[in-house]
């Protein structure tokens, strides 16, 4: 047994993300005592909804709004609460080492900081690791000039950066309207907004329209559409899409329904269609994971405290199912909650007591989701592309690819991994495993849930060997790998 | 398959588990016109086949397996012929590199005793030559033994072509059946799946990986399986630097570059395996070890980003050699498992030898060190 694993914990309880779920649980963990440390790759806290709360050039409230300000509310009470704040840290592995003795339940993060990696040793593990892009991949989509929307939004709220040239918004959901409403606020000119949101799923969404009328997106989305819509040409029932040019994006190519191809000029192309669970880490961790049918993403299994399928390690925020700013923020405290009656800081009912407030918190802010999730919910064609659409980016595979493992006889992202490489490149599947679940499942007629996603592995994000071969090695790691 | 009449279904062999050496297996024998049913309790090559590193590999092999690695040497060649793909099999050479005058006299030593033995695939090489072939290799390298037809494959692509070939040539394949219990009756092999079905055939062959020991366990020959997690790691494309696959002769280590750029580092560092969750959980520290090897003999690797790490679930015998052959204790059965982290050369000729064995009764090779009585108290 190592020296490391004989000596105190490093911390109580480590917080991977400082989006809203990990602030509110930092602050109140590290408030009621336990030694608490907020891990996040950015350099300040925020999360990617938050990004920049404290240094945004964007100085004009109005522009981000107020729903972005709120976030600054949390800084005060992580400051106030003495947890330790380490931006700028990476986490690219949580896995409890094997030296572990029964009594002494602890986990060990590895991590790199300041170009140094070294692990960190903790008795509980809170993953707010929010929520990914959904990928959406069509015809051209890996051409410079086409990005996401929610990463043209880090622009803006980082470095105040709006396109510039002829700007197409397309795909649907609630954050493409938002960023097409701040950009408006910003100065910036639109070009066309194109809404593939499928006809069919106001259908299905207007038996859930009473739950989405108490909530409090109402007022400010409906505000919002029409402000939007009033500016801008919205194309509404878009059902074909592609990006086109040599080199560089030119032109946005698309089709509604059996109407006549139509063709719009443009430098810059945004896609979105709703954002997933960024599982990647609670994926390595071993964390059981389950399809989610409404939602139609892989999120990982928690229960109503948020906690996983591997002991000491609990989830809390979109990272374990969407539900917003909001929602995360008091999920994240619920959480917290339940970590200080695990470590015996507070009994079972005190723990039950002080919830309820944020559980009442929390089902307000998820009133209407699952409106939102249902209209929203992106369509078949572009979840699961045609052939000649790639996929993978990182290896460059196509659709049709895919489909053609199927039919040699893999039945599930990881036999298509092994066969074809996808989802082995450095983003280790965050653009390309939702759709490779999705275009499987078709391809077999069967439930995503049937197929399964990649089993990930760490590091979950990349390091340097510099920074591996510098990890700290005991004589004994050593001398067991010399061959004589 | 439902307008076949039971009857012609009913195989002449079943083969347990669907790694290469089960479907290598498959595919010789279905070669012969062999009725196979192999039965799978995950998917084909879902462990060790499926996510090893790949290298084909004669050189440092064990004396009792070298004529069986040469002969599969001869296979992998000409692989496009046997399962009508090349399975991205290359060869550039493998080496095996002294940092020290001493770890080089110890791998003359080595070529000097093949040498003696008939065989002369293994060479020493001094530095110019090493150099010329591995120019990043670190300064204070003095030379290496190298088998100049070594190279490597992908040993998924590979197992899934052995496997698509068998059953171009009539071989089924049952995914999701694994073996609850084996029993025999009147000359015929019974096989219960956890599936809920049962299979009868009169020949039994035990290619089932880290999970062998159970179903040898069942036929009354207990072996000392240990059941091992080698890690490997690779990184973000670089450049292209390197052709030849190189180990070392004083430390762990495989590295190998693909042709896309990627390199993937080695060598048989021990993760965990948690067999019965088909699970593996990997120590840093011995990443880390790997990782220093590569700095230390790989200057240029520096600044390489790793971006995945795994462990495949294997299994090791207490002396490093595979057990090949016919049951000690039971008449119709054959056992080809235990390939202590070095089978995937060998598994082309495995196969043959299986077949080989079950449809002649013998086989041209010397695999008598192989048996599986010598574990027999």
Redesign the interface.
């Known amino acids: 047994m190592s020296d490391r694993a004989m000596s105190a914990p490093d911390f109580d309880l480590a917080v991977i993300g400082s989006g809203p779920a990990g602030l509110a649980a930092a602050a109140l963990a590290a408030g009621r005592g336990l030694s608490t440390v907020l891990l996040d790759e950015q350099p300040e806290a925020g999360g990617q909804i938050y990004r920049a709360i404290t240094d945004t050039p964007v100085r004009d409230r109005r522009v981000l709004g107020p729903d972005y300000w709120h976030g600054a509310e949390l800084l005060g009470p992580l400051r106030d609460s003495g947890a330790a704040h380490w931006p700028g840290s990476t986490v690219w592995s949580v896995a409890r080492p094997r030296e572990d003795r029964p009594g002494d339940r602890r986990l060990q993060i590895g991590l790199s900081r300041d170009g140094a990696a070294r692990m960190l040793s903790v008795r509980h593990v809170l993953m707010a690791t929010g929520a990914l892009e959904r990928p959406f991949p069509i015809p051209g989509w890996t051409l410079p000039g086409v990005l996401g929307a929610g990463a043209a939004q880090i622009l803006l709220k980082t470095s105040g950066l709006v396109p510039s040239g002829r700007v197409v918004l397309a795909g649907t959901g609630p954050l493409l309207w938002l960023l097409a409403w701040q950009y408006l606020r910003a100065g910036a000119a639109l070009d066309a907004i194109l809404d593939t949101t499928p006809r069919a799923n106001w259908r299905a969404a207007l038996p859930l329209l009473p739950a989405f009328l108490r909530s409090p997106y109402l007022g400010k989305g409906a505000k919002l559409l029409l402000e939007v819509r009033r500016k801008v040409k919205v194309v509404d029932g878009v059902t074909e899409l592609r990006a086109e040019g040599e080199g560089k994006l030119a032109a946005v190519v698309y089709r509604r329904g059996d109407g006549a191809e139509q063709r719009i000029a443009a430098d810059t192309l945004l896609l979105h269609h709703g954002v997933v669970p960024n599982l990647n880490l609670a994926n390595a961790t071993g964390c059981a994971q389950q399809w989610d049918e409404t939602q139609r993403c892989w999120r990982p299994t928690t229960d109503s405290w948020g906690a996983t399928s591997v002991e000491g390690v609990s989830l809390a925020g979109d990272g374990a199912g969407i539900g917003g700013a909001l929602a995360a923020e008091q999920a994240g405290r619920i959480a917290a909650l339940d970590v200080l009656h695990r470590l015996g800081r507070i009994d079972r009912a005190a723990r039950d007591r002080a919830a309820v407030p944020h559980r009442e918190a929390l089902e307000r802010a998820l009133r209407g989701r699952q409106f939102l999730d249902t209209l929203y919910r992106p369509a078949d064609v572009f979840r699961a592309p045609a052939d000649d659409t790639i996929v993978c980016r990182c290896e460059e595979i196509t659709a049709g690819a895919v489909r053609e493992a199927v039919r040699l006889g893999c039945s599930g992202p990881n036999q298509a991994k092994s066969f074809l490489r996808c989802g082995m490149g450095p983003c280790q599947g965050r653009l390309c495993g939702p759709t490779v679940t999705e275009v499987i499942a078709a391809e077999r007629g069967v439930s995503p849930a049937e197929v399964g996603y990649y089993r990930l592995r760490p590091p979950v994000k990349p390091i340097t060997l510099a920074e591996l071969a510098a990890l700290p090695k005991t004589e004994a790691d050593i001398d067991a790998v010399l061959k004589h | 398959m439902s307008s076949q009449t039971p009857d012609t279904r009913k195989p002449d062999v079943i083969v347990i588990g669907s790694g290469l050496h089960g479907c290598s297996t498959a595919l010789h024998l279905s070669m012969r016109g062999v009725k196979v049913l192999v039965l799978e309790k995950d998917?084909?090559?879902r462990h060790a086949s499926?996510?090893n590193a790949g290298g084909v590999r004669q050189l440092g092999r064990h004396v009792a397996e070298v004529p069986l690695t040469v002969a599969s040497m001869a296979l992998w060649h000409r692989i496009g012929e046997l399962v009508d793909d090349d399975c991205g099999f290359e060869s550039h050479g493998q080496l095996k590199v002294a940092e020290s005058e001493a770890e080089l006299a110890g791998l003359e030593a080595r070529a000097a005793e093949l040498r003696a033995l008939g065989f002369g695939h293994e060479e020493v090489i001094g530095q110019a030559e090493l150099r010329a072939l591995v120019p990043a290799i670190a300064d204070h390298c003095v030379g290496a033994l190298i088998s100049r037809g070594d190279g490597a494959a992908i040993?998924?692509?590979t197992t899934?072509a052995f496997?698509?070939k068998a059953i171009a040539l009539g071989a089924r394949f049952e995914?999701g059946a694994g073996v609850a219990r084996v029993s025999r009756s009147g000359g015929v092999w019974s096989v219960e799946t956890t599936a809920g079905d049962r299979h009868e055939a009169p020949v039994l062959v035990n290619c089932a990986g880290a999970w062998a020991d159970r179903i040898a366990a069942q036929l009354g020959e207990p072996v000392p399986l240990e059941v091992i997690a080698p890690m490997l790691m690779?990184?973000?494309r670089v450049p292209p630097f390197i052709k030849p696959v190189v180990g070392a002769a004083?430390?762990?280590l495989s590295f190998k570059q693909f042709p896309?750029g990627t390199v993937l580092i080695g060598g048989g560092?021990l993760g965990?395996a948690v067999r019965d969750e088909n699970?593996t959980?990997?120590?840093?520290?011995?990443?880390?070890?790997?990782?220093?090897t590569?700095?230390d003999l790989f200057p240029v690797?520096?600044?390489?980003?790793?971006?995945?790490?795994?462990a495949g679930i294997e299994a090791r015998m207490p002396d490093q050699i595979p057990v090949i052959g016919p049951s000690g204790t039971q008449p119709g059965v054959f056992h080809a498992f235990g390939f202590s982290a070095h089978g995937f050369q060998l598994g082309p000729i495995v196969g043959r030898i299986t077949a080989d064995l079950i449809t002649a009764g013998a086989t041209d090779l010397p695999i008598d060190a192989f048996r599986i009585g010598r574990f027999a108290a």
């Open positions: 998917h084909v090559a499926g996510v040993p998924f692509r899934f496997r698509r995914e690779i990184t973000a004083g430390r762990t896309n560092l965990h699970r959980e990997l120590d840093f520290s011995q990443v880390s070890v790997n990782a220093r590569v700095w690797m520096r600044g390489a980003t790793i971006v995945r790490s795994w």
